[in-house]
Each structure stands twice: as structure tokens, then as C-alpha cells.
């Protein structure tokens, strides 16, 4: 024990005065317990022995020798007080579950395990507020505020930081399809050596490499389907052999002439007669006896609440109480004498008493069942003390408040000074006990539910005479009662059976054990009791407290009654118990275990022995039958063998039978576990109120093999698991509530708290303070073990404990755990008595709100039902794919856009083949008509650009190229400008000068280390020979700041266009031919590629006249953009569209957006804008920013109703969830359900669909998720469980035509099949323009054929996305049948695992939804395993509740283990200008390290 700082000896304790050795026993306990914190222990601890200082100081060396070795765990400890100090300081075992042979099993697994070191990786967590330190644990953490919001530190959680486009570094290429990341991928290459997170998912990978169990037999899986197989029972499982059991009876119910004919005639009796006799004697908070109840006093007191309830509470015509009703008796569990007298005096009225807790708060743990228990019991009426009264929470105004669920009650108090004495000729109605309810036993079942066990009088009297016979009771015994005498045998021996035998009960309660744990057994030393009635943990406390109390004496005691001797643990603490206390004259034959439950109430009982009798002998049975439950003696491994003992026989007048716990009640062979049933007069009779269950519960036929029916006699199920073994002795083995049903195999709870806490744990886990239960996941059970930790224990302790109760459960029960979760201490659900409240505490683990402050995840261990990984086919022939389409009658799947050659166009742009030319001719021809206006935030006009204005300003450019810039035709220029007009005007100089533009988002001033490398990089590639920017951005390139980013001195020559000399080119160049290079289109895709494209004067002219048909774009017209003008469509609807078509652009830059929401959507109402094009950050902004703000809209007179088209600008499967939110916001200020669409690009051709206004609404259809991973696609209905709804990407484009192919036969799919999406039209860019020379990339992506087929003699371009065509019923303009095209997602973003394609937006729309704290979430791959980044927009405290949330539903829902899971802040995730998540850049940044994660969790 010298762990914790100076301690004394166990000498130096000896020699303490007993007063003192008393407290600190107290205080053991108390930290064993939980009840106290480290720091409140060790304060109270050293004021205590502060007296005794120098006594303790000198001894200390003895501790410190002692500080490394563990006593070995001893059977038998002797009562010297020194070597049990010595004993219990080491060890770190509950004394209540302790069994020696299960202590030693543990140990022996676990250096089993060492031998074997496994090397697991500890989670990364980041040390703030979530982690309890020490200093503030000493507060229990009901008061703790909530820990201060860290996210804000950030960016605000909303907004995050700007968008910036980021490629790794050196990743420049042409997408090249096959070897783009194997580099980066496959290995660790990318990844410096000695990066923390690297090494840790080594070694996570190398833990998961390790060979785990047999490996599992082949699952069949039926292909269409992909059905999950329930494992095969294993062959060489153990199997009954035993014959079928036969109902064993007890013996009978002895006739006694002078038994009363019922409970209620006792007590008159006693009341009457013996009056002077004690009855009831309560205890203060010290221990002390209080108040003695007398029979008489009972029997007056009783009488005279009877009649205060039955004719005072309402009028005479209308009374409050009818017999029959049912009442609520609140009492706290200190004062047993207020309570009897309330029960008899409800059974004297002939209402029924509804025993039930104080509630303590308005949210106690399980108070609203207990209020749908009383609701469903109709009671209005709740009993109570005065004192108990004055204790209740109260409202403002001093009314006692409405607990959660309850229903409204009536308190009337049951002090005697309020009672109404009965006329001399009153008198009860005391009729003979028969089939009526006496009062409703409550009972909390598996799920948390409360249910109502219903006692007949005759139940309650039989169940006296029974336990009267059994325990052989006679008048003027006294019994101590340890128990809750509101229920169990807390009740029925010291309420029910002592006043039918005239005894005196003394009850101890719970609070005074906490202070006083020693008090029982003085309590019995004092009034020489006969019986006490005890739980395991009372024995265990009394040996804690036990310093040499010499002075007392347990000869008195023939019996100790254990009412949790069916728990298989009991075992060792009787023994532990015996062997200290014998030599108090405890007697050996005076222990006697027993079983009960709520609906067949004492079910059997160990007899008082005769002294000198052998003892009965103990089971000792194989762990691996009982999970197949059968009973096999453990012979083979000594290790996973459990003992039990007896709990004697069957009650006298009963009956009892075992039957199989599920399904029909058939009859177990005498081999196997059942559930034990009993048939006596002495059960309950019902459920209150639920008829159906009562039935299944309380009026059991047993059938034999053949499934007809055993006798006609109905037994009651017991809860109890267990069978019957020689000499008709019962054994209990555990709870059909502890059940656990993992893969086909049974275990109990109780048995994995119990090795769980064999593993030493002193230093990390509260004793006593353990859950475990099973959550449903993925087709089977699965185990969760929650305990609560201490708040001094290390990180390093609480995970080596944790992986070490992995591994001991693993060893000694076979099984898996999924999950072990730490929360900090006192946090959770408390039942009554202190206990766990284990329902409550399940549901806050499925929701997300137990918070726990460790959490280790076994998910590879556990799942072993994951259907087999699929196996390629390997390839199909060409021909075959063809006929086989053929033959289904399927149609190639490919569709187009109207034929350019039959569209008449009487349109003077047609015989200009150049952009440059249409601006001169324009501004010849409109010279004042604005083509351009740019806003700012404000929404006022800051610029604007007239035809002739554009040109003039272009040719200045163009001059200013040629004079500083001493460029040549076909040279590169960087355009490095604010999204604006400078930008356009820039653009045209560069085509009047000859030069080729190159577009580039200028670096962010605030965060140039992260945008700078980008510019940089672009220009690098582009080879370009000058850049044009601003003065501020200028001087921004050349700054101090920029130098530690990039190489500033090598940037190409720079020219400010701020102020340009008013001169012009004497001659605009003219491109020779329209293949000419016009622009390069650089842009980083989101698997961090950045690629630049050529786009030809033809295929600049061919898009702005393919979207000026599409979208009936001319010169009167006006639209609104919101975009980004730096690549993609976004350019060219910003740059180009304009001056083709002749309309007007209203440009509103993004950024401008985040410092005025309105901005976007009170432009549109201002200028009354048809057509409006966005990206989809712009329309999250709206949709989050705006969404409680539609009120203000309107009152601002905003309305959306002229928008006919609202188009989303995107290279990406459209995110119908966003699109739908959107509508639906400001549906109500006009906005048409229709407007909104989308449109689909990708870099080889950046505008293949654009929904433009005529056609028909973009369709949607719903997929099935599990056939998409197979390459398929299946329709199913709405609703179907995992289907995904997909929209259509807008209508394809006039001149564009896209055909659907398998990746890699090269060869079109049919009509409704996946497949790469290949396009061919005259704006498809002409290829890559790359540092690297590779021809056939560029052949392949640009100019490729199909391998068969009528199409084989055009030249395609490959899109690099996944989609499908469907021929919908809806007609398109041409007349024909419309063809959709739906848009997957981008292959090279597809994560393959288990040889099946997931598209991780799929992953993440499912993580997202999973937690109301989690803001975004993105995945990736590395060496196989599944990475889940979220961002945390909740406090800290909330991480960790992520982490099995987020491995469930992806299991779930995608069959995949989840390997990682980090949990980051809001802002973290990097996303690009259109509103992409980069997830190769979060890869790489996760890799290196630099994410600063609030916690990493390593699934095992």
C-alpha cells in the first residue's frame, strides 16, 4: 500500500487505538466503494492518523520494502489484524466476488498473455478539459459545470476557415488512373519514420496480424444478396445426455392447528395478546438502537391509520380510498418502523400497498418507469413520513414537484399526531386469506422497464407458513434484518414472517453499513440473534471492517441467511467469512444460502445444519458447458472452472422444474441449464395491468421432448438459471437478466464483472462499481464492460488494466469484449441501494451521453460474422459482356444532349471563331451595354464593365505584357487577383496579347504557409513567364511572411495592373488556328491531384455556346453568380459566358458572403434574377447560416419566387440532403421546389450536364447500397432498408454525348448498369498540360475508344466518375425518351476494402448522422484500414462517446470495421473552393501528425 505516499506499517497500524483502526476501516471501505474520492480519502485519512505521526514516520522503511510485491491472494485469512491490512491493501479484488480458484485462473491467463506481450497502441488523447486531473476530482461531478467549449478557439464553429485548395506537396500529374497513390498508399513511405501516429497503426496492424482464435470456417454468401451467415454450431459442442427431468417436490406443508387464517389475525392476535412484546427496532445513523415498535403499538397505530384512510381522507359520500385501490407507500430506507406501520395499515383498510423508493430528483436514475408503473396502476395516493415529506425536492412555491413520468399524486402523511383514532365500535374487516391482491412488489426488468408483481393474501400467508417451516422460526427469535425490508426477503422474513411468528426483527440499513460496517454483527452479538439476514457484500464489509473485535460473538446465530447465495460468486465469500468469523462461534452448518426472485419469491433454501453434520459439497463446473448450457464437471483446464454451491432444497408445500430458457417451456434433461420454474401456493400472481407477459411468466406448462404438455399444474419462471444435482439440491448459476447470448453461447454477466475485477485494480477501477451488458450490433450480441475509474489513475495504468481485462475474459470465457469503456468517477445511473443501474446506464451508452474518459474498442476480435471478402471474377470476355446485354435485351446505356447541327441560330456571334473578337465586336457594336457588375458585401455596386470599357482596359494589359513583360505569343501568365473584374479584364489582355491565361486563387494574407506552397506550385508547373496581380497582392508575394513559406526570389517577372499607361497594341493577336491554346484550367482534385487542362479557342467556343442554348442566355438577360472564378465552370460562367452570349453578370464573390449572409439571396430579389448559379459551400452557408432567419427575410421583403433556375456548380455526385434542406428553408418566402439543380463537370470536360430551362425536372431514384459495392445497380422503393437516393446531374448539354463503360474491359454497359461515365463533345478539353510527358496517359484520358461495339469509331474522354443511365418515362425535347444520367462519385476517390468499392460520402453521411456533436466527417484509407476523421462541434467530454457510435453504424450499415477513429476540432477537415473534402490532404496531414486531435481511438 506504500503507493500512496507515507504509510504506516501494518505494525504501526496495530499499535493504534481500536477507535482509530475502526475509522480508517471505515474509510477503506468507503474509497473501495466509490463513496469517497482518492483526495477526500487521503485528507480524512491523514488528519486521523496526524496525532500518531512520529509513531507512522519511523516505520516507513518497512512500507517502502514492501512497495513492489503484491501478497499473493490468500484463501484463508486469520484475524490478525496486521496481515489482513496487508492483504486488503495488495489486493485488489471485491471481497464479494473474490473466488481464489477464479483470482487464480486470472492471473495464470494473464501471464499466459505476457508471455506473448501484446503490443497494443494506446489512443492519443489530448490532456484539457475532458481528462479529470486530481485536483478537481474531489468534487463528485453532478456540480462540475460543463467543461468550457474549447471549439471556439478554432474558428467559429459554423464558419470554418477559408476554403483553400491544397495539394500534398510533389503530386503533380495528369490523373493517372492506375499507380496515382500506390506509393503514397500501400506503404508507409509517405510518411516520415517516426511520426507517433505512424508507429501506432504499425503496431495496431501488427496486433491485428497476430493469428486470433481458429480461424472462422468460410460463411456462404449468396451473391445477390450478401446475406450475413449466423455461425455454424460448432461440431464438437457439448451436448445433454441426461434423461429429461422429472418436477422435484419439497416436502409438505406441515398442518400447525393454531396458524392463523391470515396474515392480518396474526397481528391482531399478537396486538391483542403480547402487546408488551417487541416487534420492530430501528437504528440511528451511528448504530445505535432508536425506537422499539411493540406489537401493540403496531397493532393500534396500524388500526388507526386503517380507518384515517378509509373514512377521513375524503367525505362520507365520497371517499378518497375504496378497498381494492392501490396506494404508493414512500419511506426512506432508515426508517423501517413508519413503513410497517404503513403496510399494515393498508392491509387492515384492504388497499393495496405499493412499496417504492424516495426519489431523490426530478431525473433519477430509472423514476420514470417507476412512474409508469404507478400510472399503470392508477395510483393518486403516496404515503409518506413527515420527515420524508420535508426532504422531497420542492418547486418555487414550496409544492413538491412533478417527478418525470409520474403521474399527479396525493402526499398524506402517516405520523401517528395526524392519524384519527377509531370509534370503540370500529373494527376492521379481517376476512380469510384467499385469492385477492395483498400489494404489488415492484421489479425492474432487462430493458429497464418496472413492472408490478401482484401478491395474493394466500401467497403472502402460505409464503409465511413456508419460510416458517423452512427456517423453522419460533416465537421471541430475533432476527437482523441487513436487507431492504420493502421488498425480497427484506420483506417477506422481516415484515411478513416475523409478525406471524411473534419475533423481533432489528433492522440496519444501508446508510448506517456505509458509516458502520461492523454494525450487524454487533447488532447480533447484542440481542443474541438467531437469524440475520445478509447479502455477500454485508459479509464482505464486516471482514473488512473486522480489526480484532474481540469481543464479539456469532455463537447465538443458527442462521446466517444469504439471499444473493445464488450469485455464483457467493461461494467465496461465505467461505471467507466463516474462516474469520469462526473463531467468534460462527458455526459452519449456521450458513445458509438462498434464491429468490420477485414473481416466485424464495425459491429455495439452504436448512439450519445439524452441528457435527458433513457440509454439502460444491459443484465445480466447466465454463465452456455452461455457455453451450450443460453441466459438465471441469476436469480439463482449471482455469475457466466455476464453483457454486447449493441453496438448498425446494420450499416445503412446492414444486420445481427446469425448463429451456427460450422458446417453448420444454422440460431440460437432468445435464443441462434451464431456467428454474416453481408451482406453489406461495408465488405471485401477476404483472399489474399486463396480462400477456403474466401469462408467459405465471402460467407455464411444461412440455416434454414431444411438445405436449407435462401435468396440468402451472409453475411460475423464476428469472433463475440453474438445475437440480444430487440429493435434490438447487443450484443457481445465474440470471436470465445477466444473460449474455454472444454467437450462439451463453454467458453471464455476473461471471465477467467477476474476472474483470480479479484483474488487479485497485489503482484504476472502483470495486463494486462495474456494468456489463450486451448491445445488438451487426446480427449478434456484443459485450460492453463500463466501470468507473479512479480519478488518480494514470493513463498508462487505465489502459494496461483494460487491455488486461481484454485479455482475461478472452482466456477464461472464450469471448470477446467489444467494447471497455472508463468513466470518470461517481458518473453513472445509481440504483436505490447504490448499486448500477444497468438499463439506464446501456441507454446512455447507445445514445452517446455516458462520456466516458477511456474507451478501448475491440471490433476485429469480436465480429467474426463479417460475410467473406468478394473475390474478382476474373474478366469477361468482350463478346460475351455484348451478347449477354443482348440477350437481357438491354439497351447500351448512353445518352445525349441535343444535336448542335439542327439547331437554327440566326445569331451574328456564329461567325466569330474567337473570344477575342466577340468582345471587339461587341464593343464596336454595344459598347455601353454592361456585361459585368461586381458587388460587395454590402450589396452595393463597386464596379462595373461596359463592353467598351472591358476592351479598353483589356488592351491596356495587353500593351503592359508586351512593353514590361517583354512577352511572346503562346507564353504563360499567372492571374493572380480577387475574384472581380481586374480578373476578367486580365483575362481578355492576355488572349489580345497572344498569351495563354492560368487562373490562380491568390494566397490567403492569414494563413500563407497552407495557401502560399499552392500558387507556387502552379506556377511552377505552368512554366508561366510572368504573373499579373494587384499592388497588395504584389507586395504580399515579396513579403517577409511569404519567404518563410515559398522561395520568393525565383518567382517569374510580376506586374501590378493597378495603374496602366493609357496605351494601346497597334494589332491584337489573332490565333492562326481555333485548335490553339486559349486558357490551362489548374485545379487540385480532392484526392489531391493538381492538374492543369488546355482548353482550345474551339472548345472555349463550343461551351459558351453549348450553355447559352442550355440556359437561353442573351443580351437582355441577367444572372446572379456566387462562385469562385478560378477553374471549372466557375470560370467560365464568370469570364467567358458573358461576353459570348451578351447577358449580364451580377458577380458576388463567396468571401463577401461570410460577412453578410443576405447578400446571395437579396441580389436575386433586388434584380429580380431568373437564373442564379452557386457552389454548394455557398448554399451550406445559407442552409446553416440562415436557417432561423427566414422570419427576418420576409420581414426585409425578400422573395425568391422569380428564380427559375437555381444551379449548383459542382464535379461531384449531387448531395441531395443540402438541395432538399435549401428548398425547403425558403419555401416559404417563394423559392419554386423545381429551381433548384445541379450540374456535373469533371477535368477532362468541365460542363457535361447543366439542368438549363427547358426539359424535364431532374428525376430521382433510390439504389440499393449493398449491390453499388458490388459494381451494381439495383432499384429498389422508397424506405428500403440501405437504399441511397441519387438525383440526376442536371440535362446534358447540346453537342454532348456520355456513354457508360466497364473500367477496365473498356467495353459499354447496359441501360441501368455502373460504370465510368465517357464523354465526347466539342468543348472536351485537349488534353493535360503537365511537366511530364506522358503520351499515353493523356491517349487514355482524352482520346480513347471502346473496345467494341457501334460506337468503337469515336474518340471519348474519360470523366473518372462512377455513374449509370436510366431511359426514364419522361419525354425530353427532342420528342424521344429521356435519358438521366446519375451521377456515384469519382473512382479514384472509391475506397477498396474486402474486395467490394465504398464511396466514402456514403461512409459519411451515415457517421454524421450518428451524433447530434458531430459537425463534419470524412474517411480514408491506409494499409487497409478504415480512418474516421469527425469533427467534434460539442465539448470534449463528447469525444469519446463518438468512438463507439461511429464503429457501429459503420458496421452497420457498410460491413466494415472501422480501424481509427479521430476526433478532431470544428475547421479541421480541409475542404476546397467548390466545397470538397480533400481527404488525401487529411491523410497525409493525419499521418504527420499535424491534426492536433482532441482524441485517437485504435479499434483492436
Known amino acids: 500500500m506504500a503507493e500512496r505516499g507515507l504509510e504506516p506499517s501494518p505494525a504501526a497500524v496495530a499499535a493504534l487505538p481500536p477507535e482509530v483502526r475502526a475509522q480508517l476501516a471505515e474509510l477503506e471501505l468507503e474509497l473501495s466503494e466509490g463513496d469517497i474520492t482518492q483526495k477526500g480519502y487521503e485528507k480524512k485519512r491523514s488528519k486521523l492518523l496526524s496525532p500518531y505521526s512520529p509513531q507512522t514516520q519511523e516505520t516507513d522503511s518497512t512500507g517502502q520494502k514492501d512497495k513492489n510485491q503484491t501478497p499473493a491472494p490468500t484463501a484463508v485469512q486469520t484475524s490478525a489484524p496486521s496481515k489482513y491490512h496487508r492483504t486488503r491493501s495488495g489486493g485488489a479484488r471485491d471481497e464479494r466476488y473474490r473466488s481464489d480458484i477464479h483470482t487464480e485462473a486470472v492471473q495464470a491467463a494473464l501471464a499466459k498473455h505476457k508471455e506473448q506481450k501484446m503490443a497494443l497502441p494506446m489512443p492519443t488523447k489530448r490532456r484539457s478539459t475532458f481528462v479529470q486531473s486530481p485536483a478537481d476530482a474531489c468534487t463528485p461531478p453532478e456540480n462540475v459545470s460543463a467543461p468550457p467549449d474549447v471549439t471556439a478557439t478554432t474558428s467559429s464553429s459554423s464558419l470554418r476557415p477559408a476554403n483553400i485548395d491544397l495539394p500534398p506537396s510533389g503530386i503533380v500529374k495528369g490523373m493517372h488512373k492506375g499507380s496515382n497513390r500506390s506509393s503514397l498508399m500501400d506503404t508507409a513511405d509517405g510518411v516520415p519514420v517516426n511520426s507517433r501516429v505512424s508507429t501506432k497503426i504499425q503496431q495496431l496492424l501488427s496486433t491485428l496480424k497476430r493469428p486470433k482464435r481458429p480461424p472462422l470456417k468460410e460463411f456462404f454468401v449468396d451473391d445477390s444478396e450478401e446475406i450475413v451467415e449466423v455461425p455454424q454450431p460448432d461440431p464438437n459442442q457439448p451436448k445433454p445426455e441426461g434423461r429429461q427431468m422429472t418436477p422435484v417436490k419439497g416436502e409438505p406443508l406441515g398442518v400447525i392447528c393454531n396458524w392463523p387464517p391470515a396474515l392480518e389475525s396474526a397481528l391482531q392476535r399478537w396486538g391483542s395478546t403480547q402487546a408488551k412484546c417487541p416487534c420492530l427496532t430501528g437504528l440511528d445513523v451511528s448504530g445505535k438502537p432508536v425506537y422499539t415498535l411493540t406489537y401493540g403499538k403496531l397493532w393500534s397505530r396500524s388500526l388507526k391509520l386503517a380507518y384515517t384512510l378509509l373514512n377521513k381522507l375524503g367525505t362520507k359520500n365520497e371517499p378518497v380510498l375504496k378497498p381494492g385501490d392501490r396506494v404508493a407507500l414512500v419511506y426512506p430506507n432508515n426508517d423501517p418502523v413508519m413503513f410497517m406501520v404503513a403496510f399494515y395499515g393498508c392491509l387492515l383498510a384492504e388497499v393495496i400497498p405499493v412499496p417504492i423508493e424516495v426519489p431523490l430528483t426530478r431525473k433519477d436514475a430509472g423514476g420514470q418507469q417507476i412512474g409508469f408503473l404507478l400510472g399503470s396502476c392508477g395510483i393518486a395516493l403516496a404515503l409518506t413520513s413527515e420527515i420524508c415529506l420535508k426532504g422531497l425536492p420542492k418547486t418555487q412555491n414550496g409544492e413538491i414537484v412533478q417527478f418525470k413520468g409520474w403521474p399527479r399524486l396525493k402526499w398524506v402523511v402517516t405520523d401517528s399526531k395526524y392519524l384519527s383514532k377509531p370509534p370503540k365500535d370500529w373494527q376492521p374487516h379481517i376476512s380469510p386469506a384467499g385469492t385477492e391482491p395483498a400489494y404489488i412488489e415492484y421489479k425492474t426488468s432487462k430493458e429497464g422497464s418496472v413492472m408490478g408483481v401482484t401478491v395474493s393474501r394466500l401467497a403472502m400467508l402460505s409464503h409465511c407458513q413456508a419460510l416458517s417451516q423452512a427456517c423453522n422460526y419460533s416465537e421471541g427469535e430475533a432476527v437482523v434484518n441487513v436487507l431492504d425490508f420493502k421488498k425480497d426477503a427484506g420483506l417477506w422474513h422481516g415484515m411478513f414472517a416475523n409478525v406471524m411468528n411473534k419475533m423481533h426483527t432489528i433492522s440496519v440499513p444501508y446508510s448506517v453499513m456505509k458509516t458502520c460496517p461492523l454494525s450487524w454483527v454487533q447488532r447480533v452479538h ?352 468482350p463478346a460475351s459482356v455484348m451478347v449477354g446485354n443482348l440477350v437481357a435485351g438491354k439497351r447500351i446505356a448512353q445518352a445525349a444532349g441535343r444535336d448542335l447541327g439542327q439547331i437554327e441560330e440566326n445569331d451574328l456571334v456564329r461567325k466569330h471563331q474567337f473570344l477575342a473578337e466577340i468582345l471587339q465586336w461587341r464593343a464596336q457594336a454595344t459598347p455601353d451595354h454592361v456585361l459585368f457588375m461586381l458587388l460587395n458585401a454590402k450589396g452595393t455596386t463597386v464596379c462595373t464593365a461596359s463592353c467598351l470599357q472591358l476592351h479598353k482596359r483589356a488592351e491596356r494589359i495587353a500593351s503592359v505584357l508586351g512593353d514590361k513583360g517583354h512577352l511572346n505569343a503562346g507564353d504563360n501568365v499567372v492571374l493572380l487577383y480577387p475574384p472581380g473584374i481586374e480578373l476578367i479584364a486580365a483575362f481578355y489582355g492576355c488572349l489580345y496579347a497572344g498569351c495563354i491565361p492560368v487562373t490562380v486563387r491568390p494566397p490567403h494574407a492569414q494563413n500563407l504557409t ?248 431532374p428525376t430521382t431514384v433510390y439504389v440499393d447500397l449493398k449491390s453499388l459495392r458490388h459494381d451494381r445497380v439495383r432499384l429498389v422503393e422508397r424506405g428500403a432498408p440501405q437504399s441511397l437516393l441519387l438525383s440526376e446531374s442536371g440535362k446534358i448539354l447540346p453537342g454532348v454525348k456520355v456513354v457508360i463503360v466497364n473500367p477496365e474491359t473498356k467495353g459499354p454497359v447496359g441501360d441501368s448498369h455502373l460504370g465510368e461515365i465517357w464523354v465526347n463533345s466539342p468543348h472536351t478539353a485537349s488534353g493535360y498540360y503537365t511537366i511530364y510527358d506522358s503520351e499515353t496517359l493523356q491517349a487514355d484520358h482524352f482520346n480513347t475508344r471502346l473496345s467494341f461495339g457501334d460506337a468503337a469509331q469515336t474518340l471519348w474522354a474519360r470523366t473518372g466518375y462512377l455513374g449509370f443511365v436510366r431511359r426514364t418515362e419522361l419525354t425530353a425535347a427532342t420528342g424521344e425518351r429521356h435519358d438521366a444520367l446519375y451521377v456515384v462519385g469519382a473512382l479514384d476517390e472509391t475506397l477498396e476494402l474486402r474486395g467490394l468499392r465504398y464511396h466514402p460520402i456514403d461512409i459519411e453521411t451515415s457517421v454524421s448522422r450518428v451524433h447530434r456533436s458531430i459537425a463534419e466527417c470524412a474517411v480514408f484509407t491506409w494499409t487497409n484500414l478504415l480512418v474516421v476523421v469527425v469533427e467534434l462541434c460539442g465539448s470534449e467530454q463528447e469525444a469519446l462517446d463518438l468512438v463507439p457510435l461511429v464503429t457501429n453504424v459503420v458496421l452497420e450499415e457498410h460491413y466494415l470495421i472501422v480501424g481509427v477513429v479521430v476526433v478532431v476540432d470544428p475547421g479541421v477537415i480541409p475542404i476546397n473552393s467548390r466545397g470538397e473534402k480533400q481527404r488525401m490532404h487529411l491523410r497525409d496531414s493525419f499521418l504527420a501528425d499535424q491534426l492536433d486531435p482532441i482524441y485517437v481511438a485504435y479499434n483492436m
Not at 506586374?1055 to 490551362?1080: C, G, N, S, V
Not at 433556375?1205 to 441531395?1216: F, K, S
Request: glycine share 8%; aromatic share 6%.
Open 526 to 877: 447484542a440481542h443474541k440473534a438467531k437469524v440475520a439476514l445478509v447479502k455477500c457484500r454485508d459479509l464482505h464489509w464486516a471482514m473488512m471492517a473486522h480489526r480484532d473485535q474481540r469481543d464479539v460473538s456469532l455463537s447465538s446465530l443458527r442462521m446466517l441467511i444469504v439471499t444473493d447465495g445464488a450469485n455464483p460468486w457467493s461461494v467465496s465469500s461465505c467461505d471467507a467469512f466463516l474462516s474469520l468469523f469462526q473463531s467468534h462461534g460462527l458455526k459452519p452448518e449456521a450458513i445458509c444460502p438462498c434464491a429468490t426472485s420477485a414473481e416466485a419469491m424464495t425459491v429455495a433454501i439452504r436448512r439450519p445444519g445439524v452441528p457435527g453434520a458433513p457440509l454439502p459439497g460444491r459443484a465445480i463446473l466447466s465454463m465452456n458447458g455452461l455457455s453451450y448450457g450443460v453441466i459438465r464437471v471441469n476436469t480439463e483446464d482449471k482455469n475457466s472452472a466455476l464453483t457454486v454451491q447449493d441453496v438448498g432444497h425446494v420450499m416445503p408445500g412446492g414444486m420445481m422444474c427446469i425448463v429451456k430458457p427460450d422458446g417453448l417451456p420444454q422440460l431440460c434433461k437432468t445435464d443441462e441449464i434451464g431456467e428454474i420454474c416453481v408451482s406453489s401456493r406461495t408465488g405471485g400472481m401477476m404483472y399489474f395491468g399486463l396480462a400477456g407477459v403474466t401469462k408467459n411468466t405465471f402460467e407455464v406448462i411444461p412440455v416434454g421432448s414431444s411438445g405436449s404438455p407435462v401435468g396440468d399444474v402451472p409453475f411460475i419462471r423464476s428469472g433463475l438459471l440453474g438445475f437440480v444435482g444430487p440429493g435434490s439440491l438447487v443450484f443457481v448459476v445465474g440470471k436470465m437478466d445477466g444473460l449474455l447470448m454472444v454467437s450462439g453461447r451463453r454467458h453471464n454477466a455476473d461471471d465477467i464483472v467477476a474476472t474483470g475485477l480479479a484483474v488487479e485494480s485497485i489503482k484504476t477501477v472502483y470495486r463494486g462499481r462495474i456494468a456489463v451488458f450486451s448491445v445488438s450490433v451487426f446480427y449478434d450480441e456484443r459485450i460492453v464492460v463500463v466501470a468507473e475509474q479512479r480519478p488518480d489513475a494514470s493513463e498508462e495504468d487505465s489502459f494496461q488494466w483494460m487491455s488486461r481485462v481484454l485479455q482475461a475474459i478472452d482466456s477464461i470465457h472464450q469471448v470477446g469484449v467489444y467494447c471497455l469503456a472508463l468513466v470518470p468517477a461517481n458518473t453513472l445511473p445509481k440504483t436505490p441501494l447504490g448499486g448500477i443501474h444497468i438499463s439506464q446506464t446501456k441507454q446512455l451508452f447507445l445514445e452517446g451521453s455516458l462520456h466516458p474518459c477511456n474507451i478501448l474498442m475491440c471490433p476485429h476480435t469480436c465480429v467474426t460474422n463479417l460475410p467473406k471478402p468478394r473475390q474478382k471474377q476474373p474478366g469477361v470476355g
Open 1010 to 1257: 497552407a495557401t502560399l506552397p499552392t500558387v507556387r506550385m502552379i506556377v511552377d508547373v505552368s512554366k508561366a513567364a510572368c504573373i499579373l496581380t494587384t499592388q497588395t497582392l504584389m507586395r504580399l508575394l515579396k513579403s517577409r511572411e511569404a519567404a518563410a513559406a515559398v522561395d520568393v526570389k525565383t518567382w517569374p517577372t510580376i506586374i501590378d495592373t493597378d495603374d496602366l499607361p493609357r496605351k494601346r497594341l497597334p494589332q491584337l493577336y489573332k490565333p492562326p488556328t481555333p485548335e490553339m491554346l486559349a486558357y490551362l484550367d489548374f485545379s487540385v482534385s480532392t484526392t489531391g491531384m493538381l492538374t492543369g487542362v488546355k482548353m482550345s479557342h474551339s472548345a472555349v467556343n463550343a461551351l459558351c455556346r453549348a450553355i447559352k442554348l442550355q440556359c437561353e442566355l442573351y443580351s437582355s438577360r441577367q444572372i446572379a453568380i456566387c462562385l469562385d472564378p478560378y477553374c471549372g465552370l466557375g470560370f467560365a460562367l464568370w469570364c467567358l459566358c458573358s461576353v459570348y452570349s451578351g447577358h449580364q453578370s451580377i458577380l458576388i464573390p463567396p468571401l463577401e458572403l461570410e460577412n453578410n449572409l443576405f447578400l446571395w439571396l437579396a441580389t436575386v430579389n433586388q434584380y429580380k434574377i431568373r437564373d442564379t448559379f452557386c457552389s454548394y459551400s455557398v448554399m451550406e452557408l445559407c442552409t446553416k447560416g440562415l436557417g432561423n432567419q427566414v422570419e427576418v427575410l420576409k420581414t426585409r421583403g425578400i422573395n425568391l419566387s422569380c428564380i427559375r433556375t437555381c444551379v449548383v456548380v459542382a464535379e461531384e455526385r449531387p448531395r441531395i440532403t443540402l438541395q432538399q434542406s435549401f428548398s425547403k428553408l425558403f419555401k416559404d418566402i417563394g423559392l419554386s421546389p423545381r429551381a433548384v439543380s445541379t450540374t456535373f463537370g469533371s477535368r477532362v470536360n468541365v460542363a457535361i450536364c447543366l439542368q438549363g430551362t427547358s426539359g424535364p425536372d
